[in-house]
């Protein structure tokens, strides 16, 4: 089966850097994805990681190790904007779709 | 280029009814993914289909079926509704199978049963 966790809430202050972990016991392994959903809004496409290593984007980061079936994303310089959801998404192998996490609520405050 | 578009945005039905909803894929992508997503599990995947053939099925049961056209454009149904079944309905379009699958997420159908 497949199971992909990560924390449920995390709280930061505007301006931090915050670190959204995810774990994943799949039956395979040709990618993860990170997407940041809003409130109301569809999920959109932050990053992708198929190799080990860290994969940067402007103000946001994220990293991949396989033989520990880790992820995390990175958000530096948060900014009230970053307040959403943030979904960790693994694809199992070359043709399938994407088996997601439960999301992780960010809440950025003053 | 135009986005994912699903229709309707949102919906009430009552436990018994069928429901139909529908998806129109961004321009060239012929795969097209459903998921559900609900407060409690998340998004959980329903099926997934490719040029007209259901490719992939989550693990729901019989009552939620689904179909792609020609055009590429997709439905979903959901027969005899249950209170359960109130959540939002999210399209996901990606050119292909194979590449890397980013997918392309509509806008989702709220769909509320009474």
């Known amino acids: 089966g497949q199971n992909i966790d990560q924390p449920t809430e995390m709280t930061a202050t505007e301006g931090a850097i915050v670190q959204i972990n995810c774990t994943y016991q799949t039956s395979g392994f040709n990618g993860l994805f990170w997407y940041q959903q809003h409130a109301g809004e569809a999920p959109t496409f932050l990053s992708y990681?198929?190799?080990?290593g860290l994969e940067e984007k402007g103000r946001f980061s994220s990293f991949l190790s396989r033989s520990k079936g880790y992820s995390y994303l990175l958000l530096k310089e948060l900014q009230m904007k970053d307040s959403a959801s943030y979904l960790c998404a693994v694809k199992d192998s070359g043709y399938s779709t994407l088996t997601f996490g439960k999301g992780t609520m960010l809440l950025v405050s003053p | 280029k135009a986005g994912v578009t699903q229709t309707p945005r949102y919906l009430i039905k009552t436990r018994g009814q069928q429901v139909t909803l529908s998806c129109s894929p961004i321009s060239g992508h012929r795969s097209v993914s459903w998921y559900q997503q609900t407060p409690g599990q998340g998004l959980q995947f329903l099926f997934e289909y490719f040029s007209e053939t259901q490719r992939n099925k989550g693990n729901f049961p019989g009552r939620f079926s689904g179909r792609q056209f020609s055009n590429s454009r997709s439905e979903m149904n959901v027969s005899t509704l249950e209170l359960g079944d109130s959540a939002l309905y999210l399209c996901a379009s990606r050119p292909g199978q194979g590449a890397s699958g980013e997918l392309f997420f509509g806008e989702g159908s709220r769909l509320t049963v009474l």
């Open positions: 990681n198929v190799l080990d």
